[in-house]
């Protein structure tokens, strides 16, 4: 039971972060790639945390994860709510293809 566990969560949060990946790679915008970039990661690698707290049990490892995990949901956010102010202050994302995008 204890694998079936193990192995779900492996394979939520390497789809998870693979889905963020591409996501990155084929979205249009940059707003829409940071939702990728900063949701689904930190989906998949929570999960991969999780899964990595089901391999190893020890009360070492466990903080070490929790401490991760903390740090990951409260960086992962401002970093990508930073980047977006930014990007907006600037005059929005100007992709190629965009009536106004500078040749």
Known sequence: MKEIL???ACAA???AVFLAALGLVRFPDFFTRAHA???ASAFGLGMLLV??????PD???V???????IAL?????VASQALADAVRRKGGDKTP???DFPD
């Open 97 to 99: 293809g965009d009536a």
């Open 63 to 69: 903080l070490k994860s929790v401490f991760s995990l």
């Open 73 to 77: 949901f409260l960086t992962l956010p």
């Open 6 to 8: 193990i192995e779900t």
């Open 59 to 61: 009360m070492n490892v």
């Open 37 to 39: 970039a900063t949701k």
């Open 13 to 15: 949060g390497a789809l």
């Open 51 to 56: 899964a990595h707290v089901l391999v190893f």
